[in-house]
């Protein structure tokens, strides 16, 4: 909510009255702000007391995320999304492709594979159910209900037929004034909590605290995030030895650039990345290069009411792997 | 004496099993309970959503669950 809108609306006026004040102050103050405004061009007061509500702590770096972490995939994908209702949709998704396999080693494994998933999802303003099931009877659901005003439940569950491979976490959200908190608990004993706060209109800190009880492991981490309309810092170092920085400059209504550092202490692993975004009126197109020697880009192209066409390319210059995808988006 | 410490040393051992027991019963039904539900999660998850959606305002029909126009 927060920085989105900010960085999607035109800069503020210049002078704005205080919004609570009694009456006979509210005549006089605002014909001096004026006056001042118009003279030197000052910076509007700040209201301590009204600051705007922070992102969720788990958006910190959602601009960053955008731009450089696009959807890259390899293969074909078609998707279809129907629309029953104006909040009930079916979708159907066929992927073929090769889904690469973590191993061990350096080198690449790749296994082709393809799947059908078929999906329901229901949005109210209150309640939004999204299932997914694949053909191999996984399954993925997400359910946000918004108990009152303020406090938000999630469930993310996945769930496969095979024992002990599901995983799911509920999250108990609660909406301050200028604060968000939310509490966490997953399957396999995880427990977490997070905290953010706003400071000033531009500012604000945040802190997580987790606890995973099969492996005794806890960690704590710190946030900050500093936005104005047209950029975006943010800043994240963890206890398990991990700090993070982003930064996306948002050049025009079109175009933005985004990069991102990266510093892990457990394995001396350092890695930059930098991207652009440009946002124009048939197409999105993503790019991104990294000092990993990664370079990959995304386009997004709306063919016509309701086609879209995704073409998807990666290339990791170091370990040669080529990456190149191509699809189709039917439905919004 | 002797006798009234053993009795109730052996009534504590007694009442620790007891305990022992009412935690694991507990542990047990619970497990059998996480089970159940994450096999009912798993299966009614998207016809609940489908009946949900179903349901809603304004009514869709059948048929536009099936055909893809």
Not at chain 1, 62 to 87: C, H, T, V
Not at chain 1, 159 to 179: A, I, R, W
Not at chain 1, 212 to 229: C, E, L, M, P, V
């Amino acid at each position: 909510m927060g920085s989105s809108a900010s960085l999607a609306a035109a800069p503020p006026p210049p002078v704005a009255p205080p919004p609570a004040l009694p009456a006979g102050l509210a005549q006089v103050l605002p014909q001096k702000a004026e006056e001042k405004g118009n003279g030197k061009g000052a910076p509007e007061k700040v209201d301590w007391l009204d600051l705007p509500c922070p992102v969720p702590y788990e958006e910190l770096q959602r601009e960053a995320l955008m731009s450089l972490k696009p959807e890259l995939f390899e293969g074909l994908r078609f998707d279809f999304m129907k629309m029953l209702n104006q909040r009930f949709a079916l979708s159907h998704s066929v992927f073929m492709g090769s889904m690469e396999v973590p191993s061990q080693s350096s080198d690449i494994i790749k296994v082709p594979s393809s799947h059908y998933e078929f999906g329901a999802n229901f949005l109210d303003p209150k309640l939004m159910l999204i299932g997914r099931v694949l053909t191999d009877g996984r399954m993925n659901a997400r359910v946000k209900c918004d108990l009152t005003d303020n406090l938000a439940l999630k469930i993310h569950a996945q769930l496969t037929n095979e024992p002990h491979f599901s995983q799911g976490m509920f999250q108990f959200d609660y909406k301050g004034k200028d604060y968000r908190s939310q509490f966490q608990i997953g399957n396999n004993a995880f427990y977490g909590a997070n905290y953010i706060q706003s400071v000033s209109p531009h500012l604000s800190f945040g802190g997580e605290i987790f606890w995973i009880g099969h492996q005794r492991k806890s960690g704590i981490g710190f946030a900050a995030r500093y936005n104005t309309d047209k950029m975006v810092v943010t800043a994240q170092v963890a206890s398990t030895g991990i700090v993070g920085l982003s930064y996306v400059q948002k050049i025009s209504e079109k175009v933005s650039l985004a990069s991102d550092f990266m510093y892990n202490q457990m394995s001396r692993d350092v890695s930059s990345t930098f991207g652009y975004d440009y946002i124009l009126r048939q197409c999105r197109l993503r790019g991104k290069i990294d000092t990993n020697g990664v370079v990959g880009a995304l386009l997004e192209e709306r063919l016509n009411m309701g086609v879209t066409l995704l073409l998807s390319a990666e290339v990791d210059h170091v370990k040669k792997d080529y990456k190149f995808g191509f699809g189709l988006t039917v439905g919004e | 004496m002797a006798s009234k410490i053993s009795l109730k040393a052996k009534g504590k051992a007694v009442k620790g099993t007891e305990e022992r027991s009412a935690e694991k019963c507990v542990k047990e039904w619970s497990n059998w309970a996480m089970k159940k539900a994450k096999v009912i999660a798993h299966y009614g998850f998207i016809p609940l959503v489908i009946i949900i959606g179903m349901n809603s305002e304004p009514k869709p029909h059948i048929y536009q669950l099936l055909s893809p126009v």
